[in-house]
């Protein structure tokens, strides 16, 4: 998928250019099993599969797991890379950089279209919330990278305080459904779906977006790897000491600290993003430092190439589940071991191909159809 951008490539699709960074593409595709996994175990859930205890259900819980969204909001950081490597060349070049908006912007509304079409096949799809996040990016790549972080950090404030004022308009009886829960089919439903109460909202998950916009221009620095893994570190450790603070505040209403002290994604609260965009930052700083040093490797080769037509794997695992479960009966809803085999099995064929499809043709199918549309 596009960014899921991908940055140019600058030799033929018979190689892999030595120019382009590994790091962003590997990162994409082992982020890219992640989000199978979880949308795997959460659809057999969601078909009757039981959420058992153990460790692995403590991990990989869809919805309330250590891990659940870590993958997306990884994802979603390398789609911020993607833009930054894609428009770097045109900084300084006004024609350039008004092509490059004007893409990127297509690019985003023709993804937020095939999304919206996509989650009647795939609900909850993460494809809508990629495009607007595209389109914004068309806005953002010019600004200077303290504008982006401000603007990344807007966007954790602002659903923080929006979860934070529901809890307030609640308690005195105010009703908040107009904008919590204005009802599916309606414009409005849509966009507050796509800025609040779908399941990757635009608020907070631009945050990630805009961090992985820095990060994609620090890529050029010998530093970014101990940079990267450093501030994901830090947001780690700020994210558990405040979740630790609520064992002691037991005095303070429940709701409340919910909403401050949450690490549920579907609380939209600060710890929760400052966490998640820590694992993301840690997870692109050590998988990217693992690529670069193993550059060449088949293994790495292979990710490479399957992280430019994730757009096609992305669609491919979803129609494979639909298959598999829902029109053949292959698979019976299981627990999270079932979800994990599922995803191994779809996910690695899928890479290989790809790989060896984007060596033969550089781009993936629907990358081809994406692309022709919004030149």
Excluded: K
Aim: contains cysteine; proline residues 5%.
């Amino acid at each position: 998928m596009d960014g899921i951008v991908t940055a140019p490539t600058l030799r033929p699709p018979s190689t892999l250019p030595d120019e382009r960074l590994v790091a962003p593409d590997v990162v994409r595709t082992v982020a890219l099993f992640g989000v199978i996994l979880m949308n795997y175990h959460g659809y057999l859930i969601l078909r009757g599969a039981a959420r058992r205890d153990g460790t692995l259900s403590t991990l990989l819980d869809p919805w309330t797991g250590v891990l659940s969204t870590r993958f997306a909001a990884t994802f979603v950081l390398v789609a911020g890379v993607g833009v930054i490597l894609m428009t770097r060349s045109a900084i300084g070049d006004p024609e350039r950089v008004r092509s490059l908006r004007w893409r990127l912007a297509s690019r985003g509304v023709v993804l937020y279209a095939f999304g919206l079409g996509f989650d009647l096949i795939w609900p909850g799809t993460i494809l809508p919330f990629y495009g607007a996040m595209f389109a914004i990016g068309a806005l953002l790549f010019t600004l200077r990278s303290r504008w982006i972080t401000l603007v990344g950090l807007g966007a954790a404030l602002a659903a923080w305080a929006l979860a934070w004022w529901r809890i307030e308009q609640q308690a005195v009886g105010h009703d908040t459904s107009w904008l919590f829960a204005p009802g599916p089919g309606s414009v409005r439903g849509v966009a507050f779906d796509l800025v609040v109460n779908g399941t990757h909202p635009l608020l907070p998950w631009l945050a990630f977006f805009c961090a992985g916009m820095v990060v994609g221009r620090m890529l050029v620095r010998p530093t970014y790897v101990p940079l990267t893994i450093g501030a994901g570190l830090v947001l780690l450790a700020v994210a558990l000491i405040a979740r630790t603070a609520t064992i002691d505040a037991t005095d303070l209403p429940s709701a409340r600290v919910r909403t401050l002290f949450s690490t549920d994604p579907f609380d939209r609260g600060l710890v929760y993003t400052v966490s998640a965009l820590g694992t993301a930052l840690v997870a692109f700083g050590a998988i990217g430092w693992l690529a670069d040093r193993c550059r060449g490797a088949a293994v790495v080769d292979i990710a490479a190439r399957a992280g430019q037509v994730v757009l096609s794997i992305y669609v491919l695992h979803a129609l494979v589940f639909n298959l598999t479960v829902d029109w053949l009966g292959l698979i019976d809803p299981g627990d999270v071991l079932t979800a994990l085999l599922a995803a191994i099995a779809v996910w690695t064929p899928l890479v290989v191909a790809a790989a060896e499809y984007q060596r033969a043709f550089r781009r993936g199918p629907f990358e081809q159809v994406y692309r022709s549309i919004t030149r």
